[in-house]
């Protein structure tokens, strides 16, 4: 009986000791995943108010009325609309070169 009694002292410690890592081990995981939530929320509240100081500029009228002239053209009452073409009309330079026949060319070539 006397035998008995430290190997079930032992039995017993070595069981608790190992609930302890296990906790110890989940703890540790369990504040990394804390950790990368934190950044994660941090992250999302910036895009929040990103997002919010963007839909605050959208419902300004400052914003609509730059689209409005923009993109469908409107103006105010009293101003004029002038429109210029995209790049300005040239004459193609390598349309305007003389067109030499292929057997001039041919000719330079070998002479």
Known sequence: ?????????????????????FSINNLVRNESTVRDLENQLASRSMENKFL??????????????????????LSRDGEIVVL????????????????IPNWKLWLELFL
């Open 84 to 99: 210029f073409p995209l790049r300005p009309q040239t004459k193609d330079p390598i349309k305007e070169e003389k067109k």
């Open 1 to 21: 009986m006397k035998r008995i009694i430290p190997f079930i002292i032992i039995i017993i410690l070595v069981f608790i000791l190992k609930n302890i890592i």
């Open 52 to 73: 919010l100081e963007r839909l605050k500029y959208v419902k300004s009228n400052e914003f609509i009325e730059k689209e409005a002239r923009e993109k469908l053209g």
